[in-house]
């Protein structure tokens, strides 16, 4: 299991420093969730707010693309220090031509589902994908209630990667806390986003401690 703290969690005013905890408490990726006030009701920041934190983290920058037509924008977050881009399947109509675009701009390609989305919309796509992303509450917030039909979409979307012979991994963000985030890696869930549920606890070397102790 790799956790990956979701930053719209953090304080906003000290980003180098949250980075630098997070390094020094262990963790190895951090989720960036980008906001446009279109494709969800929130505003977060952009490709400069994360070349900014680019220059001061090595940790591995996993960004959560929430808006509309992503494909224009695919270089700007791969220059920015993106190393993986995830959009989601209902911001464009030409999502494989999205994909092909962040991993010849050198990112991983990622593709969000919300949690009415089919897994239909990615079955195509696996071989090329980095990691399919099961949103378990609608995005646009933290602090949201983990929607349960989401358990069954990560059971469903792993028998699809192995019948297709892919390496995809799955990550779930919205809701995952330290009740929910054994049961989720039993279905089938690689990597966890936690916002509230980690921020809301430091020390975080100790949060990131009871994480993985619970998804052994
Ligand atoms: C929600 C974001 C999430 C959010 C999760 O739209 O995509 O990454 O930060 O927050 P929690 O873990 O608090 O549900
Ligand atoms: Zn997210």
């Known amino acids: ?13 000290r980003l180098a420093d949250e980075l630098a905890a997070l390094k020094a408490a262990g963790v190895k990726w951090a989720h960036l969730d980008v906001m446009d006030g279109s494709f969800v009701p929130n505003i977060t920041f952009g490709p400069p707010v994360i ?33 993986l881009i995830c959009v989601h399947a209902e ?13 010849q701009a050198g990112a991983k390609p990622a593709v969000a589902l919300n949690p009415a989305t089919s897994l239909e919309a ?3 796509l696996l071989p090329q994908l980095s990691m399919v992303l099961i949103m378990s509450v609608n995005p646009g917030f933290g602090g949201q209630k983990f929607i349960p039909f ?6 469903e979307l792993k028998a699809m990667i192995r019948q297709a012979g892919a390496e995809t991994l799955i990550q779930v963000d919205g809701g995952v806390t330290l009740d929910n985030c054994a049961e989720l890696v039993q279905a089938g869930a690689d990597v966890l986003v936690s916002g509230s549920a980690f ?9 990131l401690r009871q994480f993985e102790a619970r998804c052994l």
Do not use: W
Not at 1 to 13: C, H
Not at 51 to 80: N, Q, V
Not at 150 to 155: E, F, I, L, S
């Open 1 to 13: 299991m790799i956790l990956s703290p979701s930053l719209l969690s953090a304080d906003f005013a």
């Open 122 to 124: 990615v079955r195509y």
């Open 150 to 155: 989401c358990m069954d979409k990560v059971r």
């Open 199 to 207: 921020f809301g606890f430091p020390p975080y070397a100790e949060r």
């Open 51 to 83: 070349a900014a934190m680019r220059k001061t983290s090595d940790l591995f920058f996993d960004c959560h693309l929430m808006i509309d037509e992503p494909g224009r924008y695919i270089d700007e977050y791969a220059k920015a220090g993106a190393d």
């Open 91 to 103: 911001a464009t109509n030409h999502l494989e031509r999205t994909c092909q675009a962040i991993a």
